[in-house]
């Protein structure tokens, strides 16, 4: 989440000090990602360095104005026109979190995928509320409108987490009833499919 750039686009509309930015951006994204003022200021500072924004006076309370330069409008343009880069994705806690189980002595993968699966479902379903919410009023400004994007972009990733649980457990389920029918080296005991037995699992080639 670029709050380099969605500061930028806000200064397009005319000068704003830092408080103003911040309520800006949280409207327009309906706190889906809150920020401090400090935040603010620290973005609005470096921008100033990179000739991005320039200070621009005050207003009648006595607020600093940041202002944006043609410097920041050509960044923003090019933000704008530049797909975000999926090539290197960002960590995703559960995605490392069960990379991180698979094997782990102790850990019951299927409950700790269930687990998230609840909360998943959870999410998605206090979103769908919110956007049934937005949705009884015909969106009557852009920052309604806005929200109303980013709302029902959380539900589509909600839906498509629960559906990649969905996959995670089928597939562990598959290995681990693969494995318990493979008698352990050097023994003749076999591993049950309530666990995902420690290690790697073998695979019939």
């Not at 949280?26 to 360095?49: A, F, H, I, K, M």
Request: hydrophobic share 40%; aromatic share 6%; proline share 5%.
């Amino acid at each position: 989440m670029s709050i380099r750039h969605g500061l930028l686009a806000l200064l397009e509309r005319g000068p704003r000090y830092g408080a103003q930015l911040r309520t800006e951006f949280e409207s327009r994204t309906g706190s889906t990602w809150p920020l401090n003022v400090g935040q603010v200021y620290t973005t609005l500072s470096r921008l100033e360095r990179d000739g991005m924004v320039a200070q621009d006076g005050a207003d009648d309370a006595g607020h600093d104005l940041y202002t944006i330069t043609d410097d920041g409008r050509a960044e923003l343009r090019s933000w704008f026109e530049s797909p975000v880069d999926r090539s290197s994705p960002p960590r995703d806690e559960l995605a490392i979190k069960l990379a991180m189980a698979v094997g782990a002595p102790g850990v019951d993968i299927r409950h700790v995928i269930q687990s998230q699966r609840h909360h998943t479902l959870k999410a998605m379903q206090d979103y769908t509320r919110l956007k049934a919410q937005a949705l009884a009023d015909v969106p009557a400004n852009r920052d309604e409108v806005a929200w109303l994007l980013v709302v029902e972009q959380l539900i589509f990733q909600a839906e498509a987490e629960a559906r990649w649980l969905d996959h995670c457990e089928a597939r562990l389920v598959r290995l681990a009833e693969a494995a318990a029918t493979e008698p352990a080296a050097g023994t003749a005991t076999t591993r049950g499919p309530a666990r995902f037995p420690a290690g790697r699992p073998r695979t019939r080639r």
